[in-house]
């Protein structure tokens, strides 16, 4: 009885994505929502939700059986509340992990037996470190139709002592990520509470159809490179409805670093971010600085940070290669923020002394509208490369209310574009009359 009970239960919760407000757009049909088959509980396969037993063996086995089961419409893993323990695990295909109110997933903090893989191709390397890196905590590869959800239980990753062991210079490989799908497609993840990330949160690479929505994500704002959601080399993700605070970007698109991304030349493509709000100690709104597959058609809008370092920030570097081409962002507030807007070309190191320095990137075709700030310290600067200077670039509607004594005026240089209704003004290089074509037509 209990389990059919359940089963009315989640039958009712998956006959659809939660709704936005009504009248906003929304991205969530990309992926719909599955009704699954069948329904397993964890404690089906010898779980114990009380917060000490090691609980890996249990959720491998539930994994195990739902991919040797194949069933035609999928199967659900109920995760019921409960503190469940466990070490690094994978999903499988048609899968959907549910994790109950009250349930939270826990990493175990012994890292001696973490499982190590390969470094990813457009990377070349570990990000932090040398050689392999590893595996995140959840962790996925060629899958199709995957979701994780729930009734915001909570995925904490126990992140302080992977930190500590970044300040103590003490790693031998790259941190795990909190949840890292590969080469998958299909992939919502919604409704879920993302705790202490040892690295980024939730980080999609080389995918494909992937909504994110409606989660929160939290980190102490000194944990080093929590980023939230890093779409990576993915075509067509959406981002929408969720509540960051960590202690890196909240949102940061990237697409593989030097060499080795523009060997793999995987672009990332067809990015929306949509009703973002958010704080941390460095960008709202990111793309780069890995760039080096090239980053193209994303829309960024109605986006709320606050007490962060920089609100919006479009990073890349000499020797990455890549493009940057066609991003809107429109609609963003921003409160307390160090600076409004940062365009850059010489951020971010380089994966070895491979790179080639003369392998500039392109960035070209930059909207930037509808952007109120207050508590602003400095409103922003935007400086390309001498020899591939930054092109069409339009700040339009943009005003910041300056808290200095003295206004901080816009630095640039190596840029062409226009800006309208800008306030403090913005520099000459986007005000001068034969630049200004780009952002007129785009009126």
Known sequence: MVRLLLAILLALFQGGAIAAAEGEETCSGIVPMKKRDEVLLITDFGGVGDGRTLNTEAFMSAVDWIEQRNAPGGTLLYIPAGVWLT??????????????????????????????????????????????????????????????????????????????????????????????????????????????????????????????????????????????????????????????????????IKSGWDEYGMAYARQSSGITVRRITGSGPFAGFAIGSET???????????????????????KTNSGRGGFIRNITISDVNLSNVRKG?????????????????????????????????????????????????????CLLNVKLDVVATRVVPWVCADVSGGALEVQPAACSELTSTNSMNFCTTAL
């Not at 959907?96 to 939270?104: D, I």
């Open 87 to 252: 070490g690094a695990f994978n999903l499988t295909s048609r899968m959907t992990l549910f994790l109950a109110k009250g349930a939270v997933i826990k990493a175990t903090q012994d890292t001696s037996s973490w499982p190590l893989i390969d470094p990813l191709p457009s990377y070349g390397r570990g990000r932090e470190l040398p050689g392999g890196r590893y595996m995140s905590f959840i962790h996925g590869n060629r899958l199709q139709d995957v979701i994780i959800t729930g009734e915001n239980g909570t995925i904490d990753g126990q992140g302080d002592l992977w930190w500590n062991m970044w300040r103590q210079r003490t790693l031998r490989f790259t941190r795990p990520n909190l949840v890292e799908l590969m080469h998958s497609t299909d992939i919502i993840i919604s409704n879920v509470v993302f705790l202490n990330s040892p690295f980024w949160n939730i980080h999609p690479v080389y995918c494909s159809n992937v909504v994110v929505r409606n989660v929160t994500i939290l980190a102490p704002h000194d944990s080093p490179n929590t980023d939230g959601v890093d779409p990576d080399s993915s075509l067509n993700v959406c981002i929408e409805d969720c509540y960051i605070s960590t202690g890196d970007d909240l949102v940061a």
């Open 292 to 314: 080096s597959g090239g980053i193209t058609n994303v829309l960024a809008e109605k986006l709320n940070i606050f007490n962060a370092g920089i609100g919006i920030h479009i």
């Open 341 to 393: 807007l940062r365009i850059a070309g010489n951020v971010g190191g380089h994966p070895d002394d491979h790179y080639n320095p003369n392998a500039l990137p392109v960035v070209d075709g930059l909207m930037i509208k509808n952007v109120w700030g207050v508590g602003i310290q400095q409103p922003g600067s935007i400086q390309g490369i001498k020899n591939s200077p930054f092109m069409q670039i």
